[in-house]
Protein backbone atom coordinates (compact mmCIF):
# COMPACT_ATOMS: atom_id res chain seq x y z
CA UNK A 1 0.00 0.00 0.00
CA UNK A 2 1.76 3.59 -0.72
CA UNK A 3 2.40 5.71 1.67
CA UNK A 4 0.07 8.56 2.05
CA UNK A 5 0.49 12.29 0.70
CA UNK A 6 0.30 14.63 3.49
CA UNK A 7 2.59 17.42 2.22
CA UNK A 8 4.89 18.17 -0.79
CA UNK A 9 7.43 16.98 1.13
CA UNK A 10 6.01 13.33 0.54
CA UNK A 11 6.56 13.68 -2.75
CA UNK A 12 9.62 11.35 -4.14
CA UNK A 13 10.00 13.78 -7.37
CA UNK A 14 10.23 16.86 -4.90
CA UNK A 15 12.47 14.44 -2.53
CA UNK A 16 15.07 13.50 -5.33
CA UNK A 17 14.75 17.12 -6.97
CA UNK A 18 16.28 18.21 -3.58
CA UNK A 19 19.01 15.44 -3.25
CA UNK A 20 19.64 17.08 -6.98
CA UNK A 21 20.00 20.85 -6.02
CA UNK A 22 21.75 20.08 -2.93
CA UNK A 23 24.60 18.10 -5.38
CA UNK A 24 24.65 20.78 -7.70
CA UNK A 25 25.64 22.93 -4.96
CA UNK A 26 28.22 20.55 -3.64
CA UNK A 27 29.65 20.07 -7.43
CA UNK A 28 29.70 24.00 -8.37
CA UNK A 29 31.61 25.11 -5.03
CA UNK A 30 34.75 23.13 -7.26
CA UNK A 31 33.84 25.64 -9.93
CA UNK A 32 36.13 28.74 -10.77
CA UNK A 33 35.69 31.74 -8.64
CA UNK A 34 35.33 34.02 -11.69
CA UNK A 35 32.17 31.93 -12.52
CA UNK A 36 30.39 32.60 -9.23
CA UNK A 37 28.09 35.30 -11.16
CA UNK A 38 28.16 33.69 -14.05
CA UNK A 39 27.14 29.74 -14.85
CA UNK A 40 27.32 28.80 -11.34
CA UNK A 41 24.69 30.97 -10.28
CA UNK A 42 22.70 30.03 -13.21
CA UNK A 43 23.18 26.28 -12.19
CA UNK A 44 22.25 26.88 -8.62
CA UNK A 45 18.75 28.78 -9.71
CA UNK A 46 17.92 26.25 -12.21
CA UNK A 47 18.68 23.58 -9.59
CA UNK A 48 16.87 25.62 -6.76
CA UNK A 49 13.64 26.15 -8.97
CA UNK A 50 12.42 22.55 -9.64
CA UNK A 51 11.44 21.09 -5.96
CA UNK A 52 10.10 25.04 -4.96
CA UNK A 53 7.61 25.04 -8.23
CA UNK A 54 7.07 21.28 -7.34
CA UNK A 55 6.06 22.95 -3.71
CA UNK A 56 4.51 26.15 -4.87
CA UNK A 57 2.34 24.10 -7.02
CA UNK A 58 0.89 21.69 -4.50
CA UNK A 59 -0.13 24.35 -2.31
CA UNK A 60 -2.49 25.46 -5.03
CA UNK A 61 -5.70 25.39 -5.43
CA UNK A 62 -6.77 24.11 -8.31
CA UNK A 63 -5.54 20.87 -10.11
CA UNK A 64 -4.55 22.81 -13.18
CA UNK A 65 -2.37 25.12 -11.22
CA UNK A 66 -0.83 22.32 -9.83
CA UNK A 67 0.54 20.96 -13.26
CA UNK A 68 0.97 24.51 -14.29
CA UNK A 69 3.78 25.17 -11.98
CA UNK A 70 5.18 21.36 -12.45
CA UNK A 71 5.74 22.23 -16.17
CA UNK A 72 7.48 25.27 -15.21
CA UNK A 73 9.52 22.89 -13.20
CA UNK A 74 10.41 20.78 -16.10
CA UNK A 75 11.22 24.07 -17.92
CA UNK A 76 13.79 24.59 -15.09
CA UNK A 77 15.40 21.43 -15.04
CA UNK A 78 15.79 21.33 -18.58
CA UNK A 79 17.41 24.77 -18.28
CA UNK A 80 19.60 23.26 -15.84
CA UNK A 81 20.55 20.43 -18.16
CA UNK A 82 21.78 22.78 -20.65
CA UNK A 83 23.61 24.96 -18.16
CA UNK A 84 25.31 21.82 -17.49
CA UNK A 85 26.19 20.84 -20.44
CA UNK A 86 27.66 24.14 -21.66
CA UNK A 87 29.78 23.72 -18.41
CA UNK A 88 31.17 20.54 -19.69
CA UNK A 89 31.56 22.25 -23.09
CA UNK A 90 33.64 25.16 -21.94
CA UNK A 91 35.75 23.22 -19.71
CA UNK A 92 34.38 23.87 -16.27
CA UNK A 93 33.12 20.76 -15.77
CA UNK A 94 34.45 17.20 -16.52
CA UNK A 95 32.19 14.49 -18.54
CA UNK A 96 32.26 12.54 -15.40
CA UNK A 97 31.31 15.35 -13.08
CA UNK A 98 27.94 16.02 -15.57
CA UNK A 99 27.13 12.73 -16.19
CA UNK A 100 25.58 11.61 -13.07
CA UNK A 101 23.91 14.83 -12.48
CA UNK A 102 22.39 14.25 -16.11
CA UNK A 103 20.91 10.59 -15.15
CA UNK A 104 19.63 12.36 -12.00
CA UNK A 105 18.39 14.90 -13.53
CA UNK A 106 16.45 12.76 -16.03
CA UNK A 107 14.68 10.64 -13.13
CA UNK A 108 13.54 13.41 -12.16
CA UNK A 109 11.96 14.50 -15.42
CA UNK A 110 10.48 11.53 -15.64
CA UNK A 111 8.64 11.29 -12.25
CA UNK A 112 7.62 15.11 -12.75
CA UNK A 113 6.28 13.56 -16.35
CA UNK A 114 4.17 10.68 -14.66
CA UNK A 115 3.05 13.45 -11.85
CA UNK A 116 1.45 15.53 -14.72
CA UNK A 117 -0.21 12.61 -16.28
CA UNK A 118 -1.51 11.59 -13.03
CA UNK A 119 -3.51 14.76 -12.00
CA UNK A 120 -4.83 15.50 -15.96
CA UNK A 121 -8.29 14.67 -16.59
CA UNK A 122 -8.91 11.07 -17.96
Known sequence: MAAKIESYRDLIVWQQA?????????TT?????????GLTT??????TSVPANIAD??????RASYQ??????????KELET????AQRVG?????TVEPLMTRSESVG?????LIRKLSPE
Do not use: C, K
Open 110 to 114: TLLRL
Open 68 to 77: QFLRIAQGSL
Open 18 to 26: MDLAVSIYE
Open 42 to 47: QVRRAA
Open 92 to 96: IASHE
Open 83 to 86: HLLI
Open 29 to 37: RAWPRDELY
Open 57 to 62: GYGRES
